[in-house]
């Protein structure tokens, strides 16, 4: 039988030594507890029996039972990832994975907002009690800084600066200051001086934004929060806290915002992540130019 402990080796690994975000082990993890479970169904009972055709089978195995190239790619790079792992700590001589080779995925545009869509969006939260004003306020920074959401709900109270309208976001060891446009700061304000001292279950909770419980918000709930005021402002794409992420880097680049300054609000380690907004501010034009030009 597979001796399961690699995977536990690998996590720790991962966590400890290459400080990879929780999102990101929790994806590899998945990816090779999977492949385990394919290879173990097969009674391979050593890690170093696992040869190049039973990777080719797995990949295989994937496409017939409906996997996305894009969702197969990133299982190929998790399981090059774990080998690379074993043969660097002396568990394994050879990576079953070299030369291996998948269908390289079409990458789309994400998909953004207008203006007009987000202005419709953050005028849905009602100031009228506590969950409006702190709705508003998620909303307000959530677009004034291109955050991630999983940043978003980790941000404590004292991660806000008012006076200098800044943000401090931190993801894995890194930190990032990021500035605040006037109508964000005046959401936030109104929240942390008049709301949020209200909503806590405890008074020495750190965390900037809390649910009705008064604990920690959620991905899972402010997910809920973006479903709901999407439906509220009759808004017909499909809208994800991480559509507000994208309208912010390209209404930026709109406005003239240069990729290196973008690439540090958004904590982009690679530039490259930053230059496909570049490319979708683009099809923005093309697409402006063939609705509007007489002769397109």
Not at 149 to 164: G, Q
Not at 225 to 246: G, W
Request: one cysteine or more.
């Amino acid at each position: 039988m597979l001796d399961s402990a690699y995977i536990s080796l690998f996590q720790t690994y991962l966590a400890e030594e290459k400080r990879a975000s929780k999102n990101t082990i929790s994806s590899y993890i998945r990816d090779i507890t999977q492949f385990w479970a394919y290879i173990g169904a097969k009674n391979i009972e050593a890690v170093a029996d696992i040869s190049r055709s039973d990777i080719e089978g797995y990949i295989d195995w994937m496409t017939k039972n409906g996997k996305s190239t894009a969702t197969v790619s990133r299982s190929v790079a998790s399981l090059k990832c774990f080998f690379t792992f074993l043969k660097q700590t002396g568990r394994l001589n050879t990576s079953p994975l070299t030369n291996i080779q998948t269908v390289k995925t079409v990458k789309k545009l994400p998909q953004i907002l207008t203006s007009r869509e987000v202005e419709l969006l953050l005028e849905q939260p009602e100031c009228t009690d506590p969950k409006g004003y702190r709705d508003k306020a998620m909303l307000e920074l959530l677009y004034a800084t291109g955050i991630r959401v999983s940043e978003l709900i980790a941000l404590n109270k004292d991660d806000v600066n008012l006076s200098t309208g800044l943000i401090c976001c931190r993801s894995s060891d890194k930190e990032r200051m990021i500035p605040l446009y006037p109508a964000a700061i005046k959401a936030l304000s109104d929240y942390i001086n008049h709301v949020r001292n209200q909503m806590l279950a405890m008074p020495n909770e750190p965390a900037l934004f809390v649910n009705m419980s008064g604990e920690r918000m959620s991905r899972q709930g402010f997910w809920k929060i973006i479903k709901h005021y999407q439906e509220k402002a009759h808004i017909d794409k499909e809208i994800t806290p991480h559509t507000l992420r994208h309208s912010f880097a390209a209404h930026l680049l709109e406005n003239g915002a240069d990729l290196r300054s973008l690439q540090e609000m958004l904590g982009h380690a690679d530039i490259s992540s930053t230059q496909v907004y570049t490319q979708l501010v683009k099809k923005q034009l093309k697409d402006v130019y063939n609705k509007s030009h007489p002769r397109a």
